[in-house]
């Protein structure tokens, strides 16, 4: 096993945010999160260069449109929509293509997360990732949060997605560095290919036998508080593992959903971590994207 480092709360987080109403949720829940945990907020916009048309000086424009750039128009509309004390929150306005744009942003301000809210919803309920949001999982080397509910309550329940990898495991530290005081429940969901196969051959509970036992070995050996270890109950389920995991974030109400990727590969990139999209979509509520830190070589 790798030497895993404890991580504590971040020091300086960043909103991803369009100004759009979708991304009203995210900021109560940026606001929040910055507060409990003492930290540096970023705002950052980017104004994309086709939405700065308007010729400033223009005769043809009304009189109180000249002179503002469209930089400071949403500099201004931050402002008006922070509604909080804003002496702990600075605001980041640039111009350019908005995912490399806001990575840039995060990297040169040292953000420790990024948090961002989902692109739209469909009938029915179904949430759809961004463009943007889509490039923010593919590109992000530090953990991003997806905010889907409004900010009613601090996170209380949480439940931790795991394959018995070291991303699942380093996403584990990273919840707990986060939120100490929550409750966690681990959740490995498993699709045996063939499953009709093992009924026949009565080879079912062997294999739930292994998984628990995997699942056991992974509790066991990650560097947790024994007493915290002791409340981690871990929840092993048979079936396809998107389906399970919002079945159960849905039934138990949980408050966030953890996540952890398995990094920067090439293919990663082509598929965007096909699992952690379909998760992104399918599980309500806010969902922590916890990048593999031994991942970050690919960048």
Known sequence: MNDIETLHPPRKIMLATDLSCRCDRALDRAVELAQRWNATLVIAHVVEPNGMDDDISAPALPSWRRGIDPLERARQQIRRELGVDSANIEIRVDEGQP??????????????????GMARDEPFGRMLLGTTVNQLVRRSSVPLLVVKRR????????????DFSESSRHALMTAVGCFPDAAFTLFH??????ASFLDKRGLRDQVSALEKECGEEFLSAT???????????????HGIPERLLSNYVRDRGADLTVIGSHGRTALFDVLIGSMTQRLLEAVAGDI???IDPQARKWA
Not at 99 to 116: N, W, Y
Request: net charge negative; aromatic share 6%.
């Open 189 to 194: 969901g498993y699709d045996v290919p063939f």
């Open 99 to 116: 995912a490399p744009q806001l990575l840039d942003i995060a990297q040169r301000e040292g953000c420790d997360l990024i948090i961002t």
């Open 288 to 290: 922590l994207v916890v």
């Open 223 to 237: 560097p947790l508080d024994e007493k915290l270890r002791r409340h981690i109950p871990t929840l092993i389920e």
């Open 151 to 162: 900010a009613v309550r601090p996170y209380r329940q949480i439940v931790v997605a795991t």
